[in-house]
């Protein structure tokens, strides 16, 4: 859950860590968290603002 999120690095797939930040808000990488804890059938969602391109 959003409450949960600690800032720091990470891990993805592909190698190349995803930089969280939690000052003004969350961000990963550049991309602001609009919305949060929208609950899935299979996990829980978290909305930013734009694409992460690898």
Same mark, same amino acid.
């Given at each position: 859950?959003? %409450?949960?999120? %600690?800032?720091?690095?990470?891990?993805t797939v592909n190698g190349?860590?995803? %930089?969280?930040? *939690?000052?003004?808000?969350?961000?990963?990488?550049n991309a602001k968290v *609009?919305?949060?804890?929208?609950?899935?059938?299979?996990?829980?969602?978290h909305v930013i603002d734009?694409?992460?391109?690898?």
């Amino acid at each position: 859950m959003a %409450k949960d999120v %600690k800032a720091g690095d990470a891990p993805t797939v592909n190698g190349k860590p995803l %930089k969280i930040t *939690t000052s003004y808000g969350v961000k990963v990488n550049n991309a602001k968290v *609009t919305a949060t804890d929208i609950e899935a059938s299979n996990g829980v969602i978290h909305v930013i603002d734009s694409v992460l391109l690898p």
